[in-house]
């Protein structure tokens, strides 16, 4: 059932269809040697290809092809064996060619299928139109100067894909759950660091609403999103927007929008062209993209374990939750994180570790799990001393944050400030005794029937021995006692 939106004369629904553009990690630009890293001086990163001086020819970048295809079969789809680049004419102060080099009719990458988690616990299957190799184009830069702009071309020839979607969404949330699957991948497989803020992924967001059953109504497209929170904010928006239009008797025009974040608006960037308005036509200077099954064959076998897989292994394998698997896979870093603390160890006891006290540490640090501080192998450490009854769960957390803090290992830290638990049964009757001793009233209220009161006697006994007791031991010796 898809969600509804409310308006002043009835329900409405949105439809959404995405075109991800992607910058494909390849070593250089799509058709020249120039590098693509982000964070040069201006036009320090810039070929005569990329300034399209006269009688420079394009030379195809091998590794963007072999990317592209990696990217499409991870997304399940059809590779086109053969494939044309085309040139896209329009006019940009930032695009020195006059035209994009782009894949109009044929492109690398056919119909594929990515599937979302829904905020429910379900699925749904989003499917991909296309994916297509292009170049990007440099940027203008109007904020320097009263009266002139600049030009910046280091992003001018980057290689990009396009991976362009059908109109499946029908929210929000299912837009942005599509977006970060498909970056999920990406990075799996190595094709794009998937970093919005840095612009080598951003969407280009198409919305339209109807009235549940209708034909489709007429789109407008919201260029440039570069993050999650945007898409989610401009998609809402625009609906919003169109429905208002309509529900006062007007039409919606096609056209081309901007995402104004400060006013949480979208507005008019130009009337949308018509794909004839790009006079596209086959690139004389590159030769068709003949591929052979074989080499698509080969990049298919080297794909790493993605996250739908391994989602589905650590379920199977581990007995983790859907949630919990769904968690951990979306990074390949943290997945592999799991992978090396679960072995031989209590699973789901080694995802609430991940989930709770090393997550909630790398956000406050702002770190990535590479950067932690706490290893694989030392939180295994300090989860073998819970298991062993070595140490509390209360006194683990001690311990994490004295690793987090000097890199130590668990056993060093417990060994070194004497946090062994207490295990000797002998030695927790004492203080238990001496706790029941001290308090009779405490004690009545037990014995009188509030078994729930025994959990202050337990918090005592845990204070007299500064967390050392074993928790499962003075839990019996207390009730025993107490006959609670």
């Known amino acids: 059932m898809a969600e509804l939106l409310k308006g002043t004369k009835g329900d409405w629904e949105v439809v959404i269809g995405l075109e991800v553009h992607a910058q494909v990690i390849a070593g250089s630009k799509l058709f020249s040697g120039a590098t693509a890293e982000f ?41 086109n064996l053969r494939s044309v680049f085309a040139r896209k004419n329009y006019f940009y102060p930032d695009l020195p060619q006059g035209y994009q080099i782009s894949q109009y009719e044929l492109p690398i990458v056919g119909e594929g299928a990515v599937e979302i988690d829904l905020p429910d616990g379900g699925a749904k299957t989003i499917r991909v139109e296309r994916l297509h190799l292009e170049q990007d184009a440099g940027k203008s830069i109007h904020d320097l100067h009263p009266t002139k702009s600049y030009i910046d071309l280091n992003r001018s020839g980057v290689t990009l894909m396009e991976i362009v979607s059908k109109p499946d969404m029908r929210s929000a949330d299912e837009a942005v759950a599509y977006i970060a699957k498909l970056r999920s991948i990406l990075r799996y ?20 609403v109807r009235n549940p059953g209708d034909k489709l109504g007429t789109r407008c497209e919201i260029k440039n999103v570069n993050s999650l929170r945007f898409v989610r904010q401009a998609i809402n928006f625009e609906a919003h927007r169109q429905i208002e239009i309509l529900e006062n008797g007007g039409l919606i025009d096609q056209e081309t929008r901007l995402y104004d974040p400060d006013r949480n608006e979208t507005r008019l960037m130009r009337s949308k062209e018509d794909a004839h308005d790009y006079r596209y036509f086959p690139d004389p200077d590159l030769l068709p993209l003949d591929l052979e099954q074989a ?17 589905k292994r650590f379920v199977d394998d581990y007995g983790l939750s859907v949630y919990d698997a769904s968690v951990l896979v979306a990074e390949r870093d943290t997945g592999d994180y799991f992978d090396s603390v679960a072995k031989s160890r209590d699973a789901k006891q080694v995802a609430n570790w991940i989930t709770g006290e090393l997550f909630g540490h790398l956000k406050k ?7 932690s501080p706490v290893s694989a192998e030392k939180l295994g450490g300090l989860i073998d001393l819970i298991s062993s009854s070595t140490i509390s769960g209360r006194t683990a ?30 030695e927790i009757e004492i203080i238990v005794n001496k706790v029941i001793l001290e308090n ?14 025994i959990g202050w006697f337990v918090g005592q006994v845990m204070q007299a021995t500064a967390g050392k007791a074993d928790p499962k031991a003075v839990n019996e ?3 025993d006692k107490l006959k609670a």
Do not use: H
């Open 365 to 371: 640090d702002g770190l990535s799990i590479k950067k």
């Open 397 to 426: 957390k001690e311990v994490f944050e004295k690793m987090w803090q000097t890199g130590n290992d668990a056993k060093e830290i417990v060994e070194s400030e004497g946090l062994s638990q207490i295990t000797d049964a002998g």
């Open 440 to 453: 009779p009233k405490n004690a009545d209220e037990v014995r009188g029937g509030n078994s729930k009161a």
């Open 189 to 208: 497989i190595d094709a794009c660091d998937g970093n919005m803020q840095n612009g080598s992924m951003r969407a280009d967001v198409n919305v339209s």
């Open 477 to 479: 010796l207390l009730r």
């Open 39 to 79: 964070g040069a001086e201006p036009n320090a990163q810039v070929s005569f290809v990329d300034a399209a001086m006269p009688g420079m020819l394009p030379v195809l970048n091998e590794e963007s092809v072999r990317q592209a295809v990696r990217t499409g079969l991870a997304v399940n789809a059809i590779i």
């Open 295 to 311: 080499y698509v064959d080969e990049l298919k076998a080297g794909l790493p374990e993605l996250p739908d897989a391994r989602k």
